[in-house]
Nanobody
């Protein structure tokens, strides 16, 4: 059974940076696509960034140029470097693993980590 555990969230001022981590129990190498999603109160869960096992990435337009996703298969860890954070980035951030770029019922999800951007 694969489990995903996120960490690295917290409170940061606008313009600041955070790095999220997602540790995968089991082999990250066997998961084709890993991604970060976020959900703010009253909103649907949305894609932030995804990365395939080969390193192909996809980003939401709202985070392009500010966020960077990376995966370290040797460490079974997924990362999200978030720079130039804005108040609208405030949300619970979830780690996802799956065999497709598209969300499906067979995906693995973490429990989420809260990111709050506020002065």
């Amino acid at each position: 059974q694969v489990q995903l555990v996120e960490s690295g969230g917290g409170l940061v001022q606008p313009g600041g940076s955070l790095r999220l981590s997602c540790v995968v129990s089991g082999s990250l190498f066997s998961i084709y696509v890993m991604g970060w999603y976020r959900q703010a109160p009253g909103n649907k869960r949305e894609l932030v960034a995804s990365i395939s096992i080969g390193g192909t990435t996809d980003y939401a337009d709202s985070v392009k140029g500010r966020f960077a996703i990376a995966r370290d298969n040797a460490k079974n860890t997924l990362y999200l470097q978030m720079n130039s954070l804005k108040p609208e980035d405030t949300a619970v951030y979830y780690c996802r693993g799956g065999n497709s770029w598209y969300v499906s019922a067979d995906d693995y999800w973490g429990q989420g980590t809260q990111v709050t951007v506020s002065s």
